[in-house]
């Protein structure tokens, strides 16, 4: 048994294409938007994931400069007040196109059960059981299972039975042996799958868009949460405001749930 701590994983986020905005935005007379983003510092202005919800938000109201739009009197020239203002609008539409991708590593099925129940905006790709064969038990124990030792010792001794029934079966397969199909090997792997608990960990590529990510972000570190995916989500929270803070920045850590000052959106 391999004792784990559910961890995160930014692995992609957004990057425009800032020749082909150039382009668009010389035919519609808005270069003054990206004039704006590039004060000096280019690589860290222009590389903000952030920039692609904005982009989205001023093309749904030629907001780039004052009159391209006369029904537009005002426009907010600061990044961060515009975005704001998207969170205030409700217009959350434009946070659709802002996805991040990430590797959840360590998490059990038990929380990965609940994750998939979160699916507009959302693309997972599983590690395999079925192809995958477990040679341990990556296990999570919450903090107050770890100072209960009599519950740590039976758990720890169940873990190890069933690690040991893996390699027992491996072995009375054998699987290892020369010449062994692909097919049969998976076929086995896919069988002893069925003695693994429901708490093993595993991992996934989980990408999802801004809307969905404040959504789940919200619900899943809430009190009523499942523990483990409310750690979880407690991590990816602190991911996002970093990497978005403009478009995380309404949240309220209150005794690891955020909330949102903005919750429609």
Known sequence: MKSVEPEVFLVARPELDYDEVARYLRDVGGEGWLERLDRGELDDELNDPQNLAEFAGRLCYRSWEPGLNPNVKRIRTDSGEYLQNILRSLHGSVLEHVSFSFVLHNVSRVLTHELVRHRPGVAISQESLRFVRLQDIPFWFPEWARED?????????????MEEFQGWMAAHFGLDDEGVPFKEKKHKTSFMRRFAPEGVGTGLVWTANVRTLRHTLENRTAPGAEEEIRLLFGKIGEVM????????????????????EWRKV
């Open 149 to 161: 030792a009599e519950l740590m010792k039976r758990a720890t001794a169940m873990l190890e039975q």
């Open 241 to 260: 405001r970093k990497e978005a803070p403009d478009l995380f920045g309404d949240y309220v850590v209150e005794d690891g749930s955020w909330v949102p």
